[in-house]
């Protein structure tokens, strides 16, 4: 029987030939992954050592006192909505991945990957369970994440900090960079924060709000705002802000006004 892998340009069958001496299954305990074998029923019929441990933690969630019970059991076991799972493993065709949640306890990402028959069909699946982590780790992760994405400060000329803001700007996100932008400026005499729009995928009075609040709050500590990466979208709307707020389309028209403003 063949794996299919996926390589760069789709799904393309394994080449080669295992050497007589190793064992394919000694192969797959070697790979250092979570590496789970189950039949056409979706039951579990072999695992790999690291599958072992891993599984020794996650098995007291569903009752089960050791890995070694879990060889002959259904993956439905393991899922809260069964059917759901049988129609996505009836229809899979090439490699599956999907984030899922260990009884509020693990987070991992499941890759499974149909077994192609010599003959056509499929005569079992491997499932791998990657980047295992606990759910009070992934929170911390996510959290973290959000927080550097949120506020993207960069210094880019003398006294001058740059924000790339992308994505949404809603309210606490906006508190949230407002608040360290303010502290930054303070602490290193910052003269003028150039704010790049472009990445906004959304312009709506509260965001129009959030600008006006947080250039009115710099304003307050003697550093200027600048507005850049004024897309024809953004146009009509930002014309609704105070016109004592510079605009420029571009990040380097806005800079060159900065260096203009120092240099007089």
């Known amino acids: 029987m063949n794996l299919t892998i996926e390589g760069a340009n789709g799904i393309m069958a394994a080449i080669g030939t295992i050497p007589t001496n190793i064992s394919l299954l000694s192969a797959l305990d070697h790979i250092g992954e979570t590496i789970m074998i189950a039949d056409t029923s979706y039951n579990i019929r072999w695992m790999n050592s690291e599958a072992c441990r891993l599984l020794t933690e996650v098995s007291p969630l569903y009752g089960i006192e050791s890995c070694e019970e879990m060889i002959g059991m259904n993956m439905d076991l393991f899922h809260r909505m069964p059917e759901h799972q049988k129609k996505v493993m009836g229809e899979l065709k090439d490699v599956h991945r999907a984030r899922i949640n260990i009884r509020n306890e693990f987070v991992t990402d499941i890759v499974i990957t149909p077994i192609d028959g010599e003959e056509g069909g499929i005569d079992g699946y491997i499932i791998m369970l990657m980047d295992v982590t606990t759910q009070a ?19 880019i000329w003398d006294k001058t900090l740059a924000l790339p803001l992308i994505g949404e700007f809603d309210k ?4 949230q960079l407002t608040a360290t932008v303010l502290t930054e400026c303070a602490e290193k005499s910052i003269e003028y924060v150039l704010l790049d729009l472009s990445g906004i995928t959304e312009f709506e009075n509260q965001v129009r709000y959030q600008i006006q609040m947080m250039a009115d709050s710099l304003s307050l500590i003697g550093t200027s705002c600048i507005l850049v990466g004024i897309s024809p979208q953004l ?13 420029f389309s571009s990040a380097n028209s806005g800079l060159h006004y900065i260096m203009g403003k120092q240099n007089q």
Do not use: F, G, W, Y
């Not at 911390?140 to 550097?148: A, D, G, P, S």
């Not at 146009?235 to 605009?247: C, D, G, K, R, Y």
């Open 137 to 155: 780790e992934e929170k911390e992760r996510t959290e973290k994440l959000i927080k550097e994405l949120s506020i993207p400060m960069l210094h």
């Open 172 to 175: 606490a996100r906006s508190d």
């Open 235 to 247: 146009a009509m709307s930002i014309v609704q802000l105070e016109s004592n707020i510079p605009t």
